[in-house]
């Protein structure tokens, strides 16, 4: 597994003021839209394209285009889809699947109660869009499933992470080197409600200010 914590100032900037209480939700949604488009310039350096030619009004010229079957962006319900169109601006030929998970609190499994993906994901590059890497077992279950349908690799874009959520993933993941992680920050811990220490707090509720 690839690790990268994009180290950037444009990055820190726009981390610092999501973290801030009093950044209002419309500010929030901005700031999140154009750090995932930071985080995503990162995140499409291995996407795979072909070569094919360019006429300039001077000269025909060497330039490339997005492989074919084009990637797949999958936001996580519902704070992913927050991230979505930070996303796919930037690569607007993919196609996007939905997967909604959700936590059952007398078990602690993940549930998949929403999915809207393609049945064969044969050969396809995927891009996972969850803001909070808190204990990792979204994103563990949502890569296994996307495995599973046959994705050839899969990048996961977080916000923020924590330690305990990284760790699980690399006891997941770390020997596969099909899977990568972007993040805007790597906090201290989490909290006894699994909450991201400092982190930003609950990124839907900021994004769409009802709980
Ligand atoms: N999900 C959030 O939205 N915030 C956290 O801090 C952890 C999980």
Do not use: W
């Amino acid at each position: 597994m690839r690790v990268q914590v994009v180290d950037h100032p444009l990055v820190a900037h726009k981390v610092s003021v999501l973290r801030d209480k009093n950044t209002p939700s419309p500010v929030f949604r901005q700031l999140t839209d154009e750090l995932v488009t930071l985080l995503a310039y990162e995140a499409t350096r291995d996407v795979k394209t072909v070569e094919i030619q360019v006429q300039t009004p001077v000269a025909t010229t060497k330039g490339i285009a997005f492989a074919k079957p084009t990637p797949l962006v999958v936001p996580i319900l519902r704070a992913g889809l927050g991230m979505l169109e930070g996303m796919t601006r930037l690569v607007p030929t993919a196609e996007v699947g939905f997967l909604g998970m959700a936590r059952n609190e007398e078990t602690l499994d993940i549930i998949t109660y929403a999915e809207r993906l393609p049945a064969d994901l044969t050969g396809r590059q995927v891009f996972v869009l969850d803001p909070m890497l808190a204990t990792g077992g979204t994103l563990i279950e949502s890569i296994k499933f996307l495995f599973a349908r046959g994705a050839a690799d899969v990048t996961c874009i977080c916000l923020i992470a924590a330690p305990e959520g990284l760790a699980r993933l690399e006891e997941a993941y770390g020997d596969n080197d099909k899977v990568h992680l972007i993040l805007g920050a790597l906090d201290e811990k989490l909290d006894e409600n699994s909450y991201i220490v400092p982190g930003l707090g609950d990124a839907g509720d900021r994004l769409y200010g009802v709980a």
